[in-house]
């Protein structure tokens, strides 16, 4: 069903395949480049073919980056002794926000998911056991996401890493920070309740 | 608490509709396929999202329309609510309560809390027993929210594992190598979610039985005595590998049985990957219904079984208003055209068990066969137009 000729069904449709644009924002989109002007459509088109030729993975932690290693694992003053796994580039962007975290990062690039036929050989682990066997990194935090998927990737590392004497530990949940406790959802705040902590004076 | 208002857009057969209830007893009246059980059904959706009628959402958006609006004002303990739910097909239903839009749909459920007797209530103790492990979860998530995320969580992962199972069966069956290492782990998992999911049932049904047993001689006037026991296909895998596996308070441990759960997994692993699915666990579990000692499945007569069934749900009714310390109020009851199944002798009984509830709303097809213990207010169904005539 194409209602429109040619290279503006092309471009809807392709724009269709991006995640988060369904066929009417495909449409909108599309109709908003036919009239901008050249230029800022170049600049996209460039932009778009660039990050294509210019961006790969760190091939020490799989982040995106536009040279070998990126910019994380370049840096010196990062402590080399703590590592970060995470599922996605994405991820290592949000911790890094923080800016509390100070020691480098580890992407897997996915998680454990039998039913999307992903395993552990899709995932970046064997890299992760050739970067921990020179006994530079002490401790791993396991950042990945707190659902069925993140939960099993995360206990697997576990039982592969507490073997080489690596402190494991795994990213907390529970309430967010400067929010109404009415807003949690039951099962954040049911773990919450779970995980709660005494206090000292 | 009880219904007051309800205004639905859409939903069904109905473009618009405009409703004024009471407390106490209402009956829709109407032949059949007016429009009767689409009233009742809407309310019973906006308690718990689901339909007592189909597995998809999709039939409850009138036919043509983009989504279907369910509005009620629930007044409960003196206070009032306004809940709104739009279905809206294929995607997410978005919820508001009093007018402000609630940030996740599910926040909804649990503001209104129903029980529902219907004549497919026959199933669960005739049925497959799918059918009674969601009569038992759906309660338990009434009873304790948080359970949802067991629950689903569960689901989850042992969908996971039968995929992980099912490639491996398959690389065997081609005589290569499965990669089973993850396998441990989807194990833990399991045994993990599986055994807090098994301890709440059980726990819950302790609850729940002695309601059962009192509802069963009332419905059945003493006839014989109903038993409800937990099957947990954990113990009978056990006692197949000539373990003891414990009686029912061992089931309310969540820490033993997911040991046992463990223990068995591994012991059937190879049937496991030789069938590609998983085995043991609550997926697997069943409640066993007895009348006099006999299975009720399979001994009891038709009668015998609409009893039980009726006193399963007015048992869940009972529960649900036991549970009451949070002064919600208690639940509405919704009896969709079950007197028309019933003897005159079980007809009266059901309608003197249910004649002191704070609301109950009933649909027949005739006035006849509302029990006159039942007489109240009545709104007449024709044609997707319900016209308050009593």
């Known amino acids: 069903m194409s209602a429109y000729d040619g290279v503006v069904q092309e471009l809807i449709d392709e724009l269709g395949q991006l995640p988060g644009v369904g066929p009417k924002s495909a449409q909108r989109i599309a109709f908003h480049i036919l009239s901008a002007d050249t230029e800022r459509v170049h600049r996209l088109a460039t932009a778009l073919t660039e990050v294509k030729a210019r961006v790969r993975f760190?091939?020490?932690?799989?982040?995106?980056?536009?040279?070998?290693?990126?910019?994380?694992?370049?840096?010196?003053r990062r402590d080399g002794g703590l590592l970060c796994v995470v599922e996605e580039a994405k991820d290592v962007v949000a911790i890094e926000r923080t800016r509390e975290f100070r020691g480098r990062y580890h992407v897997l690039g996915g998680a454990i998911n039998p039913i999307d036929g992903v395993g552990p050989d899709d995932l970046r682990i064997r890299e992760l056991m050739t970067r921990l066997a020179d006994g530079e990194v002490t401790e791993v935090i396991i950042a990945t996401d707190p659902n069925v998927e993140g939960e099993a990737t995360a206990t697997y590392l576990t039982r592969m890493l507490r073997p080489m004497g690596i402190v494991v530990s795994r990213l907390a949940s529970g309430l967010p920070v400067g929010g109404d406790l009415e807003y949690a959802d039951e099962i954040t705040l049911g773990r919450a309740f779970e995980g709660r902590r005494s206090i000292d004076v | 608490m009880y219904v007051s208002d309800l205004a639905l857009t859409d939903f069904r057969s109905y473009g618009e509709a405009l409703l004024s209830l009471d407390p106490g007893i209402t009956a829709f009246v109407g032949p059949n396929g007016q429009g009767k059980t689409?009233?009742?059904?809407?309310?019973?959706?906006?308690s718990t999202f689901s339909s007592h009628r189909v597995a998809s959402d999709a039939a409850l958006v009138r036919y043509g329309a983009s989504r279907a609006i369910i509005q009620a004002k629930v007044v409960s303990d003196e206070r009032t609510s306004v809940l709104e739910l739009e279905l809206v097909s294929g995607k997410a239903n978005r919820a508001r309560l009093n007018r402000s839009p609630l940030p996740r749909a599910r926040e909804l459920l649990g503001m209104l809390r129903t029980v529902v007797f219907a004549p497919e209530d026959l199933s669960l103790v005739k049925g497959d027993p799918d059918g009674r492990r969601r009569f038992v979860d759906e309660l338990l998530v009434l009873l304790s929210p948080k359970l949802a995320g067991v629950r689903s969580d569960y689901e989850r992962v042992v969908r996971q594992r039968n995929a992980l199972l099912k490639s491996a069966a398959g690389a065997?069956?081609?005589?290569?190598?499965a990669d089973l290492r993850t396998l441990d782990v989807w194990d833990e998992k399991a045994a993990a979610a599986g055994a807090q999911l098994t301890a709440a049932r059980v726990r819950m049904l302790r609850d729940l039985r002695p309601h059962v047993q009192n509802a069963y001689e009332r419905v059945s006037s003493g006839q014989s005595q109903a038993e409800i026991a937990y099957r947990a296909s954990v113990q009978q895998a056990m006692s197949d590998q000539g373990s003891e596996p414990g009686g029912e308070d061992a089931l309310t441990n969540a820490d033993l049985v997911e040991a046992q759960l463990l223990e068995a997994m591994s012991r059937l692993r190879p049937k496991e990957i030789e069938r590609g699915v998983s085995l043991v666990g609550p997926h697997r579990d069943d409640l066993e219904l007895r009348l006099g000692g006999l299975p009720a499945k399979g001994y009891a007569s038709h009668g015998e079984s609409w009893s039980?069934?009726?006193?399963?749900?007015?048992a869940s009714y009972e529960l649900l208003k036991a549970d009451d310390w949070r002064s919600d109020g208690e639940p509405v009851l919704i009896l969709d055209d079950v007197f028309a199944e019933l003897d005159s002798r079980r007809r009266n009984r059901l309608a003197e068990l249910v004649a002191k509830a704070e609301q109950v709303l009933i649909t027949a097809a005739v006035a006849e066969d509302v029990p006159e213990q039942l007489e109240g207010a009545r709104v007449d169904v024709m044609g997707s137009v319900a016209t308050r005539v009593r």
């Open chain 2, 38 to 46: 689409n009233l009742v059904e809407s309310i019973g959706y906006l």
């Open chain 1, 58 to 76: 760190c091939e020490i932690c799989g982040n995106v980056s536009e040279e070998d290693q990126c910019r994380i694992c370049r840096d010196p």
């Open chain 2, 308 to 314: 039980l069934a009726l006193a399963l749900r007015l």
């Open chain 2, 172 to 177: 065997r069956r081609g005589g290569g190598n």
